[in-house]
């Protein structure tokens, strides 16, 4: 009814797996795979499915589970009895054993835990396919983007570290990957599987603090291993911010980085984590974002005409997180001007939206904008930073 049409000659997919947004982590975590139905609701009451390839993901299998993470800590994954109470971490004497990481009160052993982590993987796996064997310019996997996961270990909500196996089958077809993430957490776990690379370049954008943010990694002068053997040396970029960061700042700091990122290493795929804690008023998070500062990074991206894939990621208030992945949906799509802001009357949940527009002011969503700690010259010493290790780069 909004005339949403394909765009001609361009093709955008959208993977999902409706199984794993009925999974639980438990009543108090902030990590909730509802949003994603949230999100599918608001997608389709806008007819954006009739301009996309939709595909229903299969469970990634344990075969291509391995390609990243180690049988050991798979077995386990795939064996550890629920807990229904989550355990303790912060005190010792109730904690009992904890392996892996598994089963403290971040990444609890809830049930279904396997499938679920194997059909959020089994997205990212589908959609990096579909961008190698040229099916799709962009591919849509708002399940995965859980990109604290190591080899063998869970962190930060994080078990299987999709990201990492989408780059690694995007790496079997083109020569180089930028991989570039905008959750306001620090992208550890994909940035520490491709530090001994030169074919893959790591940015992330967070929130820095090594004390007080999780996960505490992630200072302007971390740039991977600096030894002189190392092809990866300098193929790690970190962008460390402080509270309350504004729309016009993010999308400065995100074009004169990314635009002088692509010249030098002239990227042949994106890998682009869309994480919502990034936006004002998460539950999580710490800065002033807008659906649509958030959203000027994909259109930035998009318009460097280079196959991506769009991951999805944290995101803890979510009717943000359904706001701002709708209207990136409409991005790829290229529809966003056709859409009205007005969350249509049919959307089920629309209750849930509070404010009945797609792109709410920061007044409503918090009342008060958070203080924003972030100094136009600390901004231009962090670009600066950026622009010398380029030197490094390519050509
Ligand atoms: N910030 C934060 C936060 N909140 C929680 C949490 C709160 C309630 C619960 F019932 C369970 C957990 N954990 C954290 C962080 C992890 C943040 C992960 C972000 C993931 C992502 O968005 O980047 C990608 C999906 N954990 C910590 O801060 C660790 C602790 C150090 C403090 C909190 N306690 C509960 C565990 C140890
Ligand atoms: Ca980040
Ligand atoms: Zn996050």
Redesign the pocket.
Known sequence: EYNIVRPKGYTVSYHASPEMEKHHF?Q????KPWRLTLTKSLVTSYGMPFAMDNYNTRPATYEELKSFHASDYLDYLATAPPEDQ?RD??NPEKAGEVKFNLG???CPLFHGLYDYCSMSAGTSVDAARKICNGQSDIAIAWGG????AKRSEAS???YINDIVLGILQLLRCYPRVLYIDI???HGDGVEEAFFSTDRVMTVSFHKYHPDT??PGTGGLDDNGPKSEHNPGAHHAINVPLNDGITDEQYSWLFESIIGKINEHFRPSAIALQC?A?SLAGDR?GRFNLQVQGHGACVEYCKKLGIPMIIFG??GYTPRNVARAWAHETSIAIGCQNKIPEEIPQHTPWREHFIHDTLFPTLEQILGEPRANRNTPKRLQEIVQHVHEQLRFVGH
């Open positions: 438990g108090t975590h902030p990590m989550p971490i912060d403290g009160s971040d983007g859980l990109h604290h930060g909500f994080c959750d306001v957490h943010f999780f994480g804690d999580l990621g944290g």
